[in-house]
């Protein structure tokens, strides 16, 4: 059976969040704006990772995308990335770009077609994971059918935006965003509803991705637990000689006897 996480997607346009209410109502992970365009940080962005730290509860991040060429979609990359430095990330890096994406390049004389749309995507996806992060595109079926190339969608996980089935998504995604309604105890209004189909802190802490790098005990930390010799808890703690005597009598039980 697939462990579904629980989580939102927030920007400044849910207002001052209570983090703690929200934990404490069952949600999981949350992705934050970081920003969008050209260094344009979301003004509730610092709060809102902040707190996810302060409190414990994993979180991503989204850039919302306005450029017009793969060159600014780097740029834009590398804004994101210099915004959620101070922080731990425990989900992806989300790329944004939807209609306000198009309209915005229209304005400027700039018609976005496939090809144009696939390689702002990848430009900016590949400055991230050149950085070591865990990469995703948010897309709905509409921008995946006319935006983006198939051979560039495939490229990167998914965080499909669908809205028309509460059952299951139409395609396969690592991250679903199934409602823009929703309810959750401390944000006033409404709020995006996703769920995840990965656990993305192990995931990203087994690849040592985000930042993550392992600590110098945890391969013995994980043997240690398989083979029921310690439970691995509070491993940099000293242990009394009698637990040492214990760990070694099953060391001898399991291996020597």
Not at 14 to 36: C, L
Not at 95 to 100: A, P, Q
Request: with cysteine.
């Amino acid at each position: 059976m697939i462990t579904l996480f629980k989580g939102i997607d927030v920007s400044k346009h849910n207002g001052n969040i209570n983090w703690e209410k929200v934990k404490n109502s069952g949600i999981d992970f949350a992705m934050i704006r970081a920003g969008y365009g050209a260094n344009n940080i979301d003004s509730q962005f610092n709060r809102n990772i902040f707190e996810c730290n302060r409190i414990g509860l994993p979180c991503g991040v989204y850039w919302f995308s306005y450029a017009l060429n793969a060159e600014m979609a780097r740029k834009e990359a590398q804004y994101c990335l210099a915004a959620v430095k101070p922080y731990k990330l425990q989900y992806p890096i989300a790329f944004d770009f939807e209609y306000d994406s198009v309209t915005y390049a229209k304005k400027q004389g700039v018609s976005i077609g496939k090809k144009l749309a696939s390689e702002i995507m990848q430009a900016f996806c590949s400055e991230i994971e050149k950085a070591g992060y865990f990469v995703i595109n948010y897309s709905n079926i509409d921008y995946l059918k006319n935006y983006f190339e198939d051979a560039a969608s495939k490229k990167y996980g998914l965080w499909l935006a669908q809205w028309t089935n509460l059952q299951n998504p139409s395609k396969e995604c690592l991250i679903w965003q199934y409602s823009e309604t929703g309810k959750v105890d401390g944000i006033s209004g409404q709020v995006d509803l996703d769920k995840s189909f990965v656990d993305f802190p192990k995931l990203i802490k087994d690849k040592q991705l985000n930042g993550f790098k392992k600590e110098w005990y945890e391969d013995a930390q994980e043997w240690v637990k398989k083979f029921g010799i310690s439970d691995g808890s509070k491993p940099l703690e000293t242990a009394s000689r009698a637990e040492v005597w214990s760990m070694l009598k099953r060391y001898h039980e399991k291996f020597d006897s």
